[in-house]
């Protein structure tokens, strides 16, 4: 119980954001209206999943630098979860898109640069899986899950800031915090920031106990 005082802290964030995301004070804008709101959710994770992706970038390098299945584990489950909330972002990014542009989708190069990026980390699910060898399957992994954030991050924070866009902090259109992120909004909004980042990592914990526990019964039916 001791340790668990951050999942305490999670539940408690993400209440605190969904309540005060949903029934909470929200500036009326002409277009955005109530959707605003959604700035609670889809961004938040976005800010997550860099955070998740980084840290498995990070056990990669370690395990090509000292090879363990640990750190394996660690690197696949952290991609698999910051993966997760890539998808979760595309997802409301999609549905925002749709009652602010009026429609699910455009040939917005942030969007674009979004959906890239999702396939690219795709690929690094399907390539793992294509891999039966464990030792050649963990050391391929950990080199394409470093190429893969550093194709994603320009994909999603540089490219889309060098053309015209219709997505707010990217092609000279200001971002929220420039024009309409009041006091108001900044007390949900950076606790949901928290809030989804440790959700993801809780998400990351089981997922890699659950891995840790099936490798022990593996290795006993070995035995």
């Known amino acids: ?101 009026g429609t699910w989708w455009t040939a917005d190069p942030r969007l674009n640069g979004a959906a890239v990026a999702v396939m690219i980390y795709g690929a690094y699910l399907v390539l793992r899986s294509s891999i039966t060898d464990e030792q050649q399957r963990a050391r391929i992994s950990a080199v394409y899950n470093i190429f893969a954030f550093c194709a994603a991050i320009p994909l999603l924070f540089i490219l889309p800031r060098l053309t015209d866009s219709l997505h707010p902090g990217a092609g000279g259109n200001p971002g929220f915090s420039k024009y309409d992120l009041d006091n108001n909004m900044r007390l949900v909004f950076y606790p949901a920031i928290i809030a989804w980042t440790l959700l993801g990592v809780w998400i990351t914990n089981v997922s890699v106990r659950l891995a840790f526990v099936k490798h022990k019964l593996y290795e006993k039916q070995l035995a």
């Open 1 to 101: 119980m001791k340790n668990a005082w951050w999942k305490v802290l999670t539940v408690v964030l993400l209440l605190y954001t969904v309540v005060m995301g949903l029934l909470g004070h929200a500036p009326r804008l002409a277009i955005l209206n109530e959707t605003i709101r959604n700035l609670y959710f889809h961004v938040p994770m976005w800010f997550g999943m860099t955070i998740i992706l980084f840290a498995s970038v990070v056990y990669s390098v370690r395990y090509l630098r000292k090879p363990s299945d640990r750190l394996d584990v660690l690197a696949h489950h952290t991609a698999v979860t910051g993966i997760l909330m890539a998808v979760l972002g595309l997802a409301t990014g999609s549905i925002w898109a749709r009652y602010t542009w």
